[in-house]
């Protein structure tokens, strides 16, 4: 006699592309030296870390290019996006990548006012084994109409990329503003609500990791790393993309 046995599919382990991010505001490196943040974030063994407020050959900077500094102490590949000239340098956001990467590329992101610092969002499309995903930063303005015309452009942006995005920023808007709403419409949320600023005794949440597109992405496990490193404490977050 044949017998039949029905069973649920199992999911399988390839089925499951697993991957630690972190985002990280530095403050330029003005608390700590770019030992002591490279060895933090290097302990962690992160695939992708977001970094904002990174000064590039500035007159306050202790050490020329904390960005590829920090790529060669970590390990890692850096890439740098300049938002705008500052201390005969320039001053912006960064992507530190375990991964090898295919491309990368820089959108300048829209503001409310010329008068507002320029921001933008760093892009970098990698290689993960046999998959391809995009690694993004951004540092978003502080007006709230500048942040608005900001996630709608970045919003626009990931609908238009051929592969799922993991982005990390420094958003400067609290959980309930209109900004974080729009983001988790079309983004999955792979962050807590634990407040990262002011590190020293956080009490304000501005800080997040998002996936891109919404429903692809689970969030594991996520924590704020408690160092006086900067002004924000970093978000470590282990997520996980359907493939």
């Known amino acids: 006699m044949l017998t039949l046995l029905c069973c649920a599919p199992i999911a399988r382990a390839q089925d499951t592309l697993r991957l630690k991010a972190i985002t990280y505001n530095l403050r330029f490196g003005e608390l700590a030296s770019l030992e002591e943040l490279a060895a933090r974030i290097a302990s962690e063994k992160p695939d992708m870390v977001a970094l904002q407020e990174v000064d590039c050959y500035t007159r306050r900077e202790g050490i020329p290019h904390q960005l590829f500094r920090s790529g060669f102490r970590t390990g890692m590949f850096p890439l740098y996006g300049k938002t705008i000239a500052f201390a005969g340098g320039w001053y912006g956001i960064g992507l530190l990548t375990a991964r ?55 919003l626009n942006e990931l609908k238009r990329s051929r592969y799922p ?79």
């Open 100 to 154: 090898q990467y295919l491309g990368v590329r820089k959108l300048m992101l829209p503001q409310a006012s010329a008068q507002e610092e320029s921001r933008a969002l760093l892009l970098v499309t990698v290689e993960v084994g046999q998959d391809t995903v995009v690694f993004a930063s951004t540092h978003l303005g502080l007006s709230e109409e500048s942040r608005r015309m900001q996630t709608e452009c970045i």
């Open 165 to 243: 995005v993991l982005l990390g920023g420094d958003f400067n808007a609290e959980p309930d503003a209109a900004e974080i709403a729009a983001m988790t419409s079309g983004c999955d949320l792979l962050c807590g609500m634990q407040p990262t600023f002011p590190a020293d005794a956080p009490d304000v949440k501005i800080d997040y990791l998002f996936g891109y597109p919404a429903g692809r992405w689970t969030l594991e496990s996520t924590r704020i790393m408690p160092s006086g490193l900067s002004d924000h404490r970093a978000i470590v977050s282990v997520v996980a993309l359907a493939r």
